[in-house]
């Protein structure tokens, strides 16, 4: 089945453990990103990747990083969590850029204490 | 910049009535507009997008170049359109490709 998973889906972490969400696609798509959903703020992107060691900041990049080593996995990094970053995050794939179709992940709640 | 704006954080309806959730953005080329849809508990996924001009579950958006829109309208709505629903851009520029969303419209559409 075509899809993109993310692990965990819910962590709870205290501030300054690190920590990595992980997303792989098994669709060969080229295109990665990731996106965290507060309420009232909508959808805003963290990082986007266009191929393979090929990355680039989004909107809200502080704090956070991610790799892009194979085509099917971008994970998302976060060194040293603060309580601002409890959110829900998404990441999602397409085929070759931002405009087409972005398969969504199932998302992953993160809660800071 | 570009952006993309969805002036209405909450939409709520009557089962039959019409919907329209409003997208108007703001970008100096030639956009590719799309919405995507969350149902509870599912994932986000694409709707529809502009350039495609077809109807999906009844929704159509229609791409206002002049009054820089992208509003997307249903004649009668359903209980199960109950959703959030977000305006996408997609731009292009240089060697760079990417996508931004709205900050989301929820849909309630009451019995």
């Known amino acids: 089945e075509a899809q993109v998973t993310q692990n965990p889906r819910y962590l709870i972490t205290v501030t300054g453990k690190k920590l990595t969400v992980t997303c792989s696609q098994n669709m060969n798509h080229e295109y990665m990103s990731w996106y965290r959903q507060d309420p009232g703020l909508g959808l805003r992107q963290i990082y986007y990747?266009?191929?393979?060691?090929?990355?680039d900041k989004g909107d809200v990049p502080e704090g956070y990083k991610v790799s892009r080593k194979e085509k099917r996995n971008f994970p998302l990094i976060l060194e040293s969590p603060s309580p601002n970053q409890t959110s829900l995050y998404f990441c999602a794939s397409s085929l070759g850029t931002g405009r087409d179709e972005q398969y969504f992940g199932p998302g992953t709640r993160l809660t800071v204490t | 910049a570009q952006r993309v704006t969805q002036p209405e954080k909450l939409l709520s309806v009557f089962k039959g009535a019409p919907v329209e959730l409003k997208c108007n953005y703001s970008?100096?080329?030639?956009?590719?507009l799309f919405w995507y849809v969350q149902y509870s508990r599912q994932r986000l996924q694409l709707l529809l997008r502009?350039?495609s001009r077809e109807s999906i579950k009844g929704f159509t958006a229609d791409l206002n170049k002049g009054e820089t829109s992208f509003h997307l309208k249903k004649p009668f709505a359903q209980e199960e359109d109950s959703a959030m629903y977000y305006c996408?851009?997609?731009?292009?520029?240089?060697?760079?490709?990417?996508?931004?969303f709205g900050k989301g419209t929820k849909l309630s559409v009451k019995p």
């Open positions: 996408a851009l997609a731009w292009w520029g240089g060697s760079q490709g990417n996508l931004i």
């Open positions: 502009h350039i």
């Open positions: 990747s266009m191929n393979v060691e090929v990355t």
């Open positions: 970008y100096s080329g030639s956009p590719e």
